[in-house]
């Protein structure tokens, strides 16, 4: 991954808002966060050419009913004028959830679990969203999928780095 941003630390009042979208079904917590994540990209000097939220497990999916990072991205897109490309990259494998996982236990998780569509990303510099960036596994894991498939560039945009 060439970069990545978060609109800031992990800090408790942060992490409840977080929650509250992933966990709580509290969708209206994507506006919020997504005009912060929006904000913060404009700040920053790189060239985009879509943006790809980090995909959930198809089960975890039906399970949520929505995908937390697809919901920031969509509202990411709209503010910026990128792209929104949700199907560029798919999780393949269904991996068990990061919460209490150490570094390598998550590095280890998501080892395999992403595949890109080249048709889609070949030749294409790329923003990753997602809520939080604890370790970096996730986002690792999905950027090297999309290089393999021929991507550019691949940067990094979170609400949060822990």
């Known amino acids: 991954m060439r970069a990545l941003a978060a609109t800031g630390p992990h800090d408790s009042k ?17 506006v919020p966060l997504g005009q912060r994540m929006s904000t913060r990209l404009a700040q920053l000097d790189w060239t985009i050419d ?4 980090v995909p959930l497990h198809m ?28 199907q560029a ?4 494998i269904e991996t068990r959830t990061q919460v209490g996982l150490d570094a390598q236990q998550r590095q280890q998780n998501v ?8 048709s889609i990303v070949t030749r294409k510099t790329i923003l990753l969203i997602d809520d939080v960036y ?10 090297q ?5 021929g991507a550019t560039a691949v940067y990094g945009l979170t609400a949060s780095k822990a």
């Open 134 to 143: 604890t370790t970096g596994a996730t986002m690792t894991a999905c950027a």
């Open 14 to 30: 942060l992490q409840h808002v977080i929650w509250s979208l992933k966990f709580e079904n509290n969708r209206a917590m994507a």
């Open 89 to 92: 990259i798919h999780r393949e």
């Open 145 to 149: 999928a999309a290089l393999d498939a």
């Open 111 to 118: 080892a395999g679990a992403f595949i890109a569509d080249p």
């Open 59 to 86: 089960k975890r999916l039906r399970e949520r009913g929505y995908n937390q990072s697809t919901l920031l991205a969509e509202h990411i897109a709209l503010m910026q004028t990128i792209p929104l490309q949700p």
């Open 50 to 53: 879509m943006l790809v939220p």
